[in-house]
């Protein structure tokens, strides 16, 4: 006999769960990735997008708490004459001690653990012998490989007492992952994220980063799907539960062109302006979506 599927949306949280466990349904299964269903292995699989297990997801959920605890070791870290070398060493030695490996070291040439990307950097910012300094804004992008598992996710901090243009651009920024991370459920697509997002960010006078996107994550580094900031409704890749990826709109407060410089990591602004980002790592369940890196917004 076939199991009758349960619509999640017609359970009480306070009810019984309907797995038989003797838990409130809130306290197990509320929150679980579902099962993928056939036609969703086979979709991901045309699509050659690696359908994460439970015990794969729950893998990377260690490491993306881990990921979290090194962010808020840094943030504690981040004040007018913090040295970005120092930074990275910080992160560096925390993640080897836990028993992980910082990601971005010597990835594809990459020299250092951690990106930090200062006022105009938009991203793969690389830590040396600059110093923070009042007024700056300065994202911390962090992966984690724990047991053989990445997560990833990154937060744009102040630095001592921000202008008005700091507070604009991180706000949306922050805003801007929000609205997308709103969006992810099955049958929704890549493309309806991205349109959130652009909508967002345009309307508060910003731009969005095209060259740069979000994209599959866990098992490796970077996976299908890339997940755009920007796009059109219904468009793109569908989203299955399983499905697990990053989240990570990188807003201009000025125009989204871009220059990479001479080291050929370190994304700036081509105006100058600001730019700030907010990343977590998401897995797309039968309901909605649960961070794997959460932290709040």
């Not at 609205?179 to 909508?199: C, F, L, R, W």
Request: net charge positive.
């Amino acid at each position: 006999m076939k199991k009758k599927k349960v619509d999640p949306g017609k359970i009480s949280r306070n009810a019984p769960c309907p797995c038989g466990s003797g838990k409130k349904y809130k306290h197990c299964c509320l929150n679980k990735p579902a099962s993928p269903q056939p036609d969703d292995l086979q979709y991901a699989k045309r699509h050659r997008i690696r359908i994460k297990t439970p015990e794969q997801i729950q893998g990377i959920r260690r490491a993306g708490r881990l990921v979290i605890e090194t962010l808020d070791l840094v943030a504690g870290h981040i004040r007018p004459g913090a040295v970005t070398e120092e930074l990275n060493t910080l992160v560096h030695d925390f993640t080897i001690r836990r028993g992980a490996v910082p990601a971005p070291l010597n990835y594809r040439g990459f020299p250092k653990s951690v990106c930090l990307s200062i006022n105009e950097v938009i991203c793969h910012g690389i830590p040396g012998g600059r110093v923070l300094e009042e007024g700056d804004i300065v994202n911390v992008d962090v992966t984690s490989i724990l047991e053989g598992y990445y997560a990833d996710a990154s937060q744009t901090y102040f630095v001592g007492t921000p202008g008005a243009d700091a507070r604009k651009i991180v706000e949306v920024a922050r805003q801007s992952l929000a609205i997308g991370m709103e969006t992810v459920k099955p049958g929704n697509s890549v493309g309806d994220i991205g349109y959130a997002i652009q909508s967002y960010a345009e309307r508060q006078g910003c731009s969005v980063v095209r060259e740069f996107v979000g994209h599959g994550v866990g098992l490796d580094f970077h996976e299908a799907p890339q997940i755009p900031h920007y796009g059109r409704p219904g468009t793109g890749v569908r989203l299955v539960p399983g499905m697990v990826f990053t989240i990570e709109p990188m807003i201009n407060l000025g125009k989204k062109e871009l220059v990479v410089l001479d080291d050929g990591w370190t994304a700036v602004t081509k105006d100058g302006s600001l730019s700030a980002q907010f990343e977590q790592t998401l897995v797309v369940t039968e309901t909605g979506f649960e961070s794997l890196t959460p932290y709040p917004l």
